[in-house]
């Protein structure tokens, strides 16, 4: 299963998350795509990822923005292989600005936003990961949202893609969507361990 957890106030109709599905699509594996709508809480957004995986063989976990803070969160708990797009590091302290009701980027609607929230957030917080070679990091230095430093230092050893430039949104994903795919192929090894999918860091553009 490769399941992909949207952003804050964005939805499974995101620009990447239909990048993704579409070459999915073309290599005829739709079968393991997953990508919910999340709930505004962060702690049902865990238990609801957690239960569409329960059964699946294998689960690589794909989160942008505030869903990298969310995939970051189950890869430590579940031992799953993270693709990490522009991830919140800090999101307790980015999203404060955002209490109260907030409309979503696709489809109309809104949510609201509460102080708990905020709370839930800080409790799912990973200090310091473990096993590096278990995420793939995207991060744009033309990220307008979120600072690309805090990304790098959060992940120090991960699989690393650069990119000089772009935006949040990654507009030039389709450029990396095969990099992305081929992470998620790479296969555990019999004690668990991921087989690393390359090493060290490139730079993009």
């Not at 917080?125 to 793939?136: C, L, Q």
Request: charged share 20%; with cysteine.
């Amino acid at each position: 299963m490769i399941l992909y957890l949207h952003g804050f106030r964005s939805s499974p109709g995101s620009f990447k998350a239909r990048v993704l599905a579409a070459r999915l699509a073309e290599l005829g594996r739709s079968d393991e795509w997953c990508c919910p709508m999340l709930p505004v809480s962060p702690v049902e957004t865990v238990a609801l990822a957690e239960s569409l995986a329960a059964g699946a063989s294998k689960v690589t976990v794909i989160g942008s923005s505030l869903g990298g803070y969310f995939a970051t969160h189950l890869a430590e708990k579940h031992g799953w292989p993270a693709v990490l797009l522009n991830p919140a590091i800090v999101p307790q302290r980015d999203l404060s600005q955002y209490l109260g009701e907030q409309p979503l980027w696709h489809g109309g609607g809104s949510i609201v936003v509460e102080p708990h929230h905020l709370d839930e957030l800080r409790a799912l917080g990973v200090e310091a990961v473990t096993r590096p070679e278990r995420y793939y990091l995207i991060a744009a230095t033309g990220d307008e949202v979120l600072d690309y430093r805090e990304m790098l230092a959060h992940y120090p050893g991960a699989r690393t893609t650069l990119i000089q430039g772009s935006d949040h949104a990654i507009s030039e994903f389709p450029e990396y969507v095969n990099d992305v795919l081929a992470f998620c192929d790479a296969l555990p090894a019999a004690e668990g361990d991921m087989i690393p999918y390359s090493a060290g860091a490139r730079q993009a553009r």
